[in-house]
């Protein structure tokens, strides 16, 4: 079972969107299924093997979730901080603006979807595998 402390600290190596496939890879080994982050104030809720649940407290003050969500802006957002031209939390609130809810990361599919405020999921993007 993974423990809160080994997901901070696999988290903390994280800089830059470019860095996110070799965090998930670890979190993965850890034995966590997918968790899901909640924009509006950055908690998590980690799901592992036999019903594991931990729940993370909130890591930043509320941000406003647009009510009307943008696939496109959605998209840009996530191309730069993949390359690694924004930190965490502006990309947190430029996916709050673009009308993005809550992430969830399945390490078992490799994949991030993100989801509006009425659950319609607006991107879907495959997640590298580290060789």
Same mark, same amino acid.
């Given at each position: 079972m993974f423990t809160e402390q +080994?997901?901070?600290a696999a988290h903390g190596k994280v800089?830059?969107?470019?860095?996110?496939? +070799?965090?998930?890879?670890? =979190?993965?080994?850890?034995g966590l299924l997918r968790y899901e982050f909640w924009v509006d104030n950055g908690r998590i809720i980690y799901y592992g093997e036999n019903d594991h649940v931990i729940n993370s407290e909130p890591k930043y003050p509320l941000l406003d979730i647009a009510?009307?969500?943008s696939?496109?802006?959605l998209k840009h957002t996530i191309t730069i901080h993949q390359q690694g031209q924004t930190d965490f939390i502006t990309?947190?609130?430029?996916a709050a603006e673009a009308g993005v809810e809550?992430?969830?990361?399945?390490?078992?599919k490799m994949?991030?979807?993100?989801y509006d405020l009425a659950g319609h999921k607006l991107v879907?993007?495959?997640?590298? +595998? =580290?060789?």
């Open positions: +080994q997901l901070k800089k830059t969107g470019a860095d996110f496939p +070799q965090y998930i890879n670890e =979190i993965k080994q850890l009510k009307d969500s696939p496109e802006q990309f947190c609130n430029q809550k992430w969830v990361i399945d390490t078992q994949l991030c979807s993100y879907a993007e495959p997640i590298p +595998q =580290i060789a």
